[in-house]
């Protein structure tokens, strides 16, 4: 089955970027999303189709899909961005998400 | 505004079986396919299955097959996920969402419904 990589955790400090990525064999070649879940809340639909924002999500996220990875860029990173990550990719027609990865800004 | 409102989850006993139910409003229900996911709190996203538009095709993660079973009401609109023999493991929030098929990607989620497997 299709496995998708990310490290658990990445530390960025208030202002600065933050990097997220997601690793799988040739994630390139297929459409991906992230998805961001605060504590005791649903995910949220922060990226999708790669690197397209859905209405009402800032533009300090951004996104890139290339090779085997993919990456979540959050610039200018703000406290409220503190959440966890999550990547989402299609295997035929099955949803794979990643493990996800805690943002700590601090 | 689209909404989705998971029920059905509560407390049942190691072999027993639950229906859990999404509400949806706010999009028209029988245009879009459907999902299920959950989550162990404190872990992971795992994607269970999806449903397409008009109920006829469905699809399943390997590892619940022949135990869960997703359907949906378009009248009623309303989605459902039957989960039989019920083990300590399934024990998760179980979400159901929204799948934006043009654009590869799963738009709304609803906020949940927790299901504790536990004698």
């Known amino acids: 089955s299709y496995v998708l990589t990310q490290p658990p955790s990445v530390s960025v400090s208030p202002g600065q970027t933050a990097s997220i990525s997601c690793s799988g064999d040739?994630?390139?070649?297929?459409?991906a999303s992230w998805y961001q879940q605060k504590p005791g809340q649903s995910p949220v639909l922060v990226i999708y189709?790669?690197?397209k924002r859905p209405s009402g999500i800032p533009e300090r996220f951004s996104g890139s899909n290339s090779g085997n990875t993919l990456t979540l860029t959050i610039s200018g990173t703000q406290a409220m961005d503190e959440a966890d990550y999550y990547c989402?990719?299609?295997?035929?027609?099955?949803?794979?998400f990643g493990g996800g990865t805690k943002l700590t800004v601090l | 505004d689209v909404q989705l409102v998971e029920s059905g989850g509560g407390l049942v006993q190691p072999g027993g079986s639950l229906r859990l139910s999404c509400a949806a409003s706010?999009?028209?229900?029988?245009?879009?396919?459907m999902h299920w996911v959950r989550q162990v709190p404190g872990k992971g996203l795992v994607w269970l299955s999806r449903?397409?538009?008009?109920?006829?095709?469905?699809y399943y993660v390997d590892s619940v097959k022949g135990r869960f079973t997703i359907s949906r009401d378009n009248a009623k609109n309303t989605l459902y996920l039957q989960i039989n023999s019920l083990r300590a493991e399934d024990t998760a929030i179980y979400f159901c969402?929204?799948?934006?098929?043009?654009?590869?990607?799963?738009?709304?989620w609803g906020q949940g419904t927790l299901v504790t497997v536990s004698s």
């Open positions: 969402a929204r799948e934006f098929a043009s654009r590869w990607t799963v738009d709304y």
């Open positions: 706010g999009f028209i229900f029988s245009n879009h396919w």
């Open positions: 449903i397409n538009s008009d109920g006829r095709s469905t």
């Open positions: 040739n994630l390139g070649a297929k459409y």
């Open positions: 189709q790669d690197d």
């Open positions: 989402q990719a299609w295997d035929n027609s099955i949803v794979v």
